[in-house]
């Protein structure tokens, strides 16, 4: 696998002020190296997908454009375009309904990340300044929304099957965060909870960007069901590498501070995990120590770093890592019923990078 660029810009967006903020600037997305003509018609198709995306943040005045455009202009993976066109090629291929599908999955994931930053106070995103340290909290929320509508109108012209699609992926992302916010209820598993707030939150979407490359590729019934059901659980698993890496990355590479998550008080599967083992009598007296810091003040970076450091360190986090990889495993499994293929194969290896990460 490889990250191919499918930008050329040179720098990201910049602030009222006029200084770019630093950061990365192009979009890159793992692809298969081991088929040239399964890679080139990726490469092809996510570099059309990006010039579709910049018309799309760029769609109306100056002074909407800049806080819209912001997080595109910042980069990113663009795992979910790179999805739809590879899920694509298990049939007919890519396709003016398939570009367009995958250009509104990728508009609603960034609308989504100007509600979060703002839901965790984040203030970098991809390396750059959050809109809301740009801008503010009501600009951003306006800026999100305004990207989810040109989501909706860019899926408004595939159908209505596509538009039910969008709306209960919509509706999931809403509920995710909702159970997120609220947290288990009594009775609720909190570890369980968690993997439920994340098929909400991260799988969805990721399952929609599988089924519209699919379904717009001509696969139906049961074929089709398995490349949702594989969708879902490759984005739970990306969601619970990163509640690791969160802990074990630099700010370099994360694009934000480690722990961001600790700091706010949002659950991550290594503090569950470590939860759960003080429930059951398990644990061990750093882990207690790691849970009384974590029930402390982290509001200064030196402790904060100093407990991201502690609990990166404890045994619980390879636990979460073979969570994360069991349930990699568990999306490839999906896909036994399709015939072999070159894309079929390719899935797998997208499934692999995901926790490939963690090594």
């Keep these: 696998m490889t990250d191919v660029t499918t930008t050329g810009d040179t720098g990201a967006p910049a602030s009222p002020g006029g200084a770019p903020p630093a950061g990365p600037a192009a979009a890159s997305a793992p692809l298969p190296t081991n088929d040239p003509e399964l890679e080139a018609a990726l490469v092809d198709g996510l570099a059309e997908i990006e010039r579709r995306l910049e018309a799309a943040v760029s769609a109306t005045s100056v002074l909407d454009d800049a806080p819209s455009s912001h997080l595109l202009s910042a980069g990113g993976k663009r795992m979910r375009p790179a999805l739809a066109l590879l899920a694509a090629q298990l049939g007919t291929g890519t396709s003016e309904e398939v570009l367009e599908a995958a250009v509104g999955v990728e508009l609603t994931h960034l609308a989504s990340l100007y509600h979060d930053d703002v839901m965790d106070s984040a203030a970098t995103r991809r390396g750059v300044p959050t809109a809301h340290e740009v801008w503010g909290n009501s600009v951003a929320i306006l800026a999100g929304d305004l990207l989810f509508a040109r989501a909706s109108q860019t899926v408004a012209g595939l159908g209505p099957v596509a538009v039910r699609i969008q709306a209960e992926t919509f509706e999931r992302l809403c509920v995710g965060q909702l159970h997120e916010t609220l947290g288990p209820q009594e009775g609720d598993d909190p570890v369980e909870h968690h993997i439920g707030v994340l098929a909400g939150k991260t799988g969805s979407l990721i399952a929609a960007a599988a089924h519209y490359g699919a379904m717009f590729a001509g696969l139906s019934g049961e074929e089709l069901r398995a490349v949702v059901e594989y969708g879902e659980r490759v984005g739970v698993a990306f ?44 644990i061990d007296d750093e882990g207690t120590a790691i849970l009384d810091a974590l029930a402390g003040d982290l509001g200064s970076p030196e402790a904060l770093e100093a407990v991201v450091a502690r609990l990166a360190a404890h045994p619980v986090m390879e636990e979460a890592r073979e969570m994360a990889r069991a349930v990699a495993a568990e999306a490839v499994a999906q896909l036994d019923v399709l015939p072999d293929s070159v894309a079929k194969r390719a899935l797998g290896e997208f499934a692999d990078v995901v926790v490939e990460r963690l090594a």
Excluded: C, I
């Excluded at 700010?251 to 059951?280: F, I």
């Design 239 to 282: 969601q619970l590498a990163d509640d690791v890496l969160d802990l074990t990355s630099s700010a370099e590479v994360l694009g934000k501070t480690p722990g961001t998550d600790l700091r706010e008080g949002v659950p991550t599967m290594p503090v569950l995990l470590l939860q759960r083992r003080a429930a059951d009598g398990r």
